[in-house]
């Protein structure tokens, strides 16, 4: 199955090295000053079906006034028999309430080779309804290839589908994307008009050797050229692009940004060195340089970035990550100070996988998150209308009572305890242990 959006992106940074680590079910991020050790401020959780197919996405800031999580977004998801992705319900966060409110969903039907033939969208009215928003069709030629997205949206007024825009697609004989062409529908001629395109190139291995972006003169009724970019590959690594913008002054294509890349020989990024063009001197100049180590599982370990001072490259800042059976489970950001010499700690993210480390009890209609579980000092919550929280050690003495929903037992001893949550709806009682 293969979707095609309406433009193609042209990708101004080409080397990438992506982390070989799954997706976390939870994700707790801190940052760090010198008034504050470490004060939280996001978290994402994620939840899978028995198929792994994922079915919910929460995204969370933390309110450091009321010293609790606040949500930001959240999806929810529902797949067919071939887990194909039938429904998506996402969520706003209402304040007022505590809760999540519903904002907009997607439908969307597939054909017997698992292509999306049909994706309808829908607002949440104020009249608590769901109400059309807008509608895609998709076509597809024999390879599966999406040869045809039309778009149309909702006129409330009318009661029918307007069409709004369309992309058509054009392959090679490798299925590769030649041509895609976006239009848009013209409501003075009832017609479609030319709006954007792009071609591109590829070698004989099938890599992207060239983008070129193009948009419509109704004037001249021809297309312009606005932007292009060159790949080069050496064994299927792109070691070497270059990035075009159309100067209309001198009816040509000038430079923008170019970028070089080292790997190893297990094709891991080493080295990425990137240039932006300074029209005035007609030289490139350094922009940002990425140095970047792995552990022997190829998982990226570490990240210097540095930039251009004009003479040299200086060090900025850095990424280092920990990882546990190839997943990652500790990720941080420093930034280099260059008054003290040393790094200066900006973030440290936390990485949870796996349904042992959460623990999720239902008190009434209030779904609340303790975790993690074990832990090795800090346990969090997420719920709403929890007005209490009390721990207890196995002897059933009381070590600590509470309303915020960020726990620290790093100076208790090692072993069980209990944690008590009073909420509105009634209480419950979560065991937890601490390593």
């Known amino acids: 199955m293969k979707e095609i959006l309406f433009l193609i992106t042209i990708t101004f940074f080409a080397f990438t090295a992506n982390i070989n680590a799954q997706t ?3 994700t707790i ?32 800031y933390w309110n450091s006034s009321i010293n609790y999580w606040e949500g930001i977004a959240k999806n929810e998801y529902s797949y067919d028999v071939n887990h194909n992705q039938i429904l998506d319900v996402n969520y706003d966060w209402d304040s007022n309430i505590i809760d999540w409110v519903y904002s907009e969903k997607s439908e969307n039907s597939f054909d017997n080779n698992n292509n999306k033939i049909l994706s309808i969208s829908y607002n949440w009215d104020i009249s608590n309804t769901w109400v059309y928003s807008s509608k895609i069709e998709y076509s597809y030629d024999i390879n599966n290839n999406l040869t045809t997205k039309r778009v149309y949206s909702y006129n409330s007024i009318s009661f029918i589908w307007d069409n709004s825009a369309k992309t058509e697609n054009t392959y090679d004989i490798n299925n590769n994307l030649t041509i895609n062409i976006l239009y848009s529908w013209d409501n003075n001629t009832s017609d479609w008009r030319n709006s954007a395109k792009t071609e591109n190139s ?19 009724s021809t297309w312009n050229g606005t932007s292009k970019v060159i790949y080069v590959f050496e064994n299927n690594n792109v070691i070497f692009s270059i990035v075009y913008y159309w100067d209309n002054y001198t009816n040509d294509w000038g430079y ?12 891991n990024l080493l080295i990425q060195e990137t240039f932006i063009w300074d029209s005035n001197i007609s030289d490139w100049i350094g922009s940002h340089k990425y140095d970047y180590t792995y552990n022997e599982d190829n998982n990226r370990i570490l990240g210097l970035i540095y930039n251009w001072n004009s003479t040299d490259w200086v060090l900025s800042s850095k990424d280092e990550s920990i990882y546990d059976l190839d997943n990652l489970v500790v990720d941080a950001k420093y930034i280099w100070d260059n008054s003290i010499l040393d790094w200066i ?45 009390e721990i207890y050690n196995l002897s059933s003495v009381l070590i600590q009572s509470t309303s915020n ?15 008590k949550l009073i909420t509105k709806e009634g209480t419950r009682t979560v065991k937890i242990i601490l390593e």
């Open 256 to 267: 923008q940004f170019k970028a070089i890349g080292i790997y190893d020989t297990d094709n």
């Open 345 to 389: 700690l900006e973030s440290r993210c936390y990485y949870i996988f796996n349904d042992t480390d959460l623990e999720v009890i239902q008190v009434a209609n209030n779904k609340i998150t303790v975790f993690p579980n074990p832990t090795r000092g800090q346990i969090t919550i997420v719920g709403k209308n929890i007005e209490q929280v």
């Open 24 to 26: 976390a079910d939870t």
């Open 29 to 60: 991020c801190y940052e760090f000053s010198t008034t504050v050790d470490s004060i939280p401020y996001s978290m994402n959780i994620v939840n899978y079906d028995t198929n792994n197919n994922q079915i919910l996405y929460a995204d969370y």
């Open 202 to 220: 590829y070698d004989v291995n099938n890599n992207l050797t060239g983008e070129s972006d193009f948009c419509w003169n109704s004037n001249t």
């Open 405 to 419: 929903k960020r726990i620290d037992l790093s100076q208790e001893a090692k072993g069980i305890y209990f944690v």
